[in-house]
């Protein structure tokens, strides 16, 4: 196994293993340790059916159904995250942790790459430890005391998701989901503190108004995702990532009009923030 960081502030690359292969408790323990401590991993040069991949994810954590999509045949846990040739939205084109609008939203989020564009195409991770660690002293402190509403039905990220909903909706409504979590949730496995709001379902701080939370969200949206934070993943066919969402944003790029990109995606069930 050989790993080479994608930046200083996350991501590593691994290469030199098969996950179509016996799935070792040693590998699953080593490749654990190396999320831990890189927020987001991508293992190179795979070959996996969905039910290679679904063995995996088991492997890693509890998978979960996405509540908007239905999956792929005979696999409700694994979804597509397609854009068409002939479309001009991405699924989830907006910087974001996945599904934070759910009481317990997912641990982590691994996707197998299909089909891609000969260029464009990759996606962005921001490292939320950093993040908050950068802030000053006085703002955590007041941070630290704050919870914050999450919901599914904000505009911009609801659109993302609307060509998807038309051919493979599974009916849920967003209006009906919405999470209540700390603004600084603190990691489970690590006890490192992370920020935990996002733009794409963070809508105001709990017992604020939305105009009054709207200057300190707007602030923390543009910090949390500084150049100096991010690593960004070029993705390759038969590439497997999956990343920390208890402490990492992500954003896949939308340049690559007139082209296919296929994933599939899997969730892992997490806890309640804390």
């Not at 200083?8 to 799935?23: C, N, Q, R």
Request: proline share 5%.
């Amino acid at each position: 196994m050989k790993i080479t960081a994608l930046a200083p502030a996350m991501g590593a690359e691994v290469h030199g293993i098969d996950l179509s292969a016996s799935l070792d408790h040693g590998l699953i323990a080593d490749l654990r340790s190396i999320w831990l401590e890189h927020q987001m991993i991508v293992i190179r040069g795979q070959d996996l059916t969905p039910a290679a991949q679904l063995a995996f994810a088991k492997a890693i954590g509890e998978p979960d159904i996405y509540p908007f999509l239905t999956g792929i045949d005979g696999f409700p846990m694994i979804t597509e995250v397609l854009k068409k040739e002939d479309e001009k939205i991405n699924f989830g084109g907006i910087w974001h942790s996945d599904t934070t609008y759910q009481k317990r939203p997912p641990m982590a989020t691994l996707l197998y790459a299909k089909q891609l564009p000969s260029l464009g195409g990759d996606t962005l991770f921001a490292n939320q430890y950093k993040a908050y660690e950068q802030l000053s002293e006085a703002l955590r402190v007041l941070l630290d005391g704050l919870w914050a509403i999450n919901s599914a039905s904000k505009k911009r990220v609801a659109s993302t998701r609307s060509d998807r909903v038309k051919d493979s909706g599974s009916g849920v409504n967003p209006d009906d989901l919405a999470g209540i979590h700390p603004v600084v949730r603190t990691h489970p496995e690590t006890n490192r503190k992370a920020l935990y709001v996002n733009a794409a379902h963070t809508i105001a701080f709990d017992g604020w108004t939305e105009e009054e939370s709207r200057g300190l969200l707007d602030y923390l949206f543009a910090h949390q995702i500084l150049p100096e934070f991010q690593c960004r993943l070029q993705w390759q066919v038969g590439d497997v990532a999956f990343w920390d969402n208890r402490c990492v944003q992500h954003y896949p790029l939308n340049d690559y009009h007139g082209h296919r990109r296929l994933l599939h995606r899997i969730t892992l069930k997490g806890d309640v923030p804390q």
